[in-house]
């Protein structure tokens, strides 16, 4: 089973066991109005805000959301462009999306491979847009092959905005990074099943088990330099150094 196949049957699996809780982790007791109302104001505390100190407008006709979930934050997009592209590479969280949402008429959900955005053609997108969804992704190179189409699929002039995970300090201690680290030497060697039920006699929560739950932390050095060397103008990064790194900018209008 190759990468691309583990992260989809691992947020199959989350999806069917309890999509709101593994999408939004903070909170085991979501209900629709609470999921949905969550969306709206993480667009107005996180996105907004940034968008305006960018210079970046927040309509217009066409912006791309990658790992939209069961769409949490697509309708506050819907309601200020005329058209949303929403991703996602779980086909359970885009059934729930499609099911909440059936009356959005502006919204396209499509599944990806989790690799990358073959599905979508070069320079027409105003906006594209990522939040808690790179900080699962397992290896450096996926997280930067994404940053590489987020590039692509924009128009000359188009913005992004996303959360990526900055940090390289360990935000456990030392006794939950070893049981995690036992959790997910067994996921990484293909030993799916033992590896939950490791978790399960740890106490830990056998759905977060593996590298499609904790992803690869990245500097922010880093990204910013696949994003400069590949059409990418820089307006600000926050939270570097930390799990919500987030960062702003434009693909330049000669890329
Ligand atoms: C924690 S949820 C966040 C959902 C949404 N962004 C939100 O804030 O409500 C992460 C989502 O990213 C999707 N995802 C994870 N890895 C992905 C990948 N490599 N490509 C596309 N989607 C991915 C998962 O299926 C899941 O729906």
């Given at each position: 089973?190759?990468?691309?196949?583990?992260?989809?049957?691992?947020?199959?699996?989350?999806?069917?066991?309890d999509a709101f809780h593994y999408i939004a982790s903070w909170k085991r007791d979501w209900d629709i109005n609470s999921f949905l109302a969550s969306g709206e104001s993480d667009?107005?505390?996180?996105?907004?805000?940034?968008?305006?100190?960018?210079?970046?407008?927040?309509?217009?006709?066409?912006?791309?959301?990658?790992?939209?979930?069961?769409?949490?934050?697509?309708?506050?997009?819907?309601?200020?462009?005329?058209?949303?592209?929403?991703?996602?590479?779980?086909?359970?969280?885009?059934?729930?999306?499609?099911?909440?949402?059936?009356?959005?008429?502006?919204?396209?959900?499509?599944?990806?491979?989790?690799?990358?955005?073959?599905?979508?053609?070069?320079?027409?997108?105003?906006?594209?847009?990522?939040?808690?969804?790179?900080?699962?992704?397992?290896?450096?190179?996926?997280?930067?092959?994404?940053?590489?189409?987020?590039?692509?699929?924009?128009?000359?002039?188009?913005?992004?905005?996303?959360?990526?995970?900055?940090?390289?300090?360990?935000?456990?201690?030392?006794?939950?990074?070893l049981a995690w680290g036992a959790v997910d030497a067994l996921w990484a060697a293909g030993l799916v099943s033992v590896s939950r039920t490791a978790a399960r006699l740890l106490?830990?929560?056998?759905?977060?088990?593996?590298?499609?739950?904790?992803?690869?932390?990245?500097?922010?050095?880093?990204?910013?330099?696949?994003?400069?060397?590949?059409?990418?103008?820089?307006?600000?990064?926050?939270?570097?150094?930390?799990?919500?790194?987030?960062?702003?900018?434009?693909?330049?209008?000669?890329?």
């Amino acid at each position: 089973m190759n990468v691309n196949e583990m992260m989809r049957r691992d947020w199959d699996d989350r999806a069917r066991r309890d999509a709101f809780h593994y999408i939004a982790s903070w909170k085991r007791d979501w209900d629709i109005n609470s999921f949905l109302a969550s969306g709206e104001s993480d667009y107005l505390t996180l996105v907004s805000p940034m968008l305006e100190r960018c210079g970046v407008s927040a309509n217009g006709e066409v912006m791309v959301e990658l790992g939209c979930g069961a769409g949490r934050m697509t309708p506050s997009f819907g309601r200020r462009y005329k058209r949303v592209v929403a991703l996602d590479l779980s086909a359970e969280m885009l059934e729930r999306a499609r099911q909440i949402h059936a009356e959005q008429q502006n919204i396209l959900w499509l599944r990806v491979g989790g690799a990358d955005l073959a599905c979508l053609a070069s320079g027409w997108a105003d906006f594209m847009f990522s939040y808690l969804v790179l900080q699962h992704v397992p290896t450096e190179e996926l997280v930067f092959g994404y940053i590489r189409e987020f590039l692509r699929v924009l128009r000359p002039g188009g913005a992004f905005l996303f959360q990526f995970n900055g940090s390289h300090k360990p935000t456990m201690n030392s006794r939950g990074r070893l049981a995690w680290g036992a959790v997910d030497a067994l996921w990484a060697a293909g030993l799916v099943s033992v590896s939950r039920t490791a978790a399960r006699l740890l106490g830990l929560d056998p759905a977060a088990a593996g590298k499609s739950w904790r992803g690869a932390a990245i500097e922010a050095a880093r990204i910013v330099s696949v994003l400069c060397s590949n059409g990418g103008e820089i307006r600000e990064l926050a939270g570097e150094n930390t799990p919500m790194a987030w960062c702003c900018g434009v693909k330049k209008t000669g890329a």
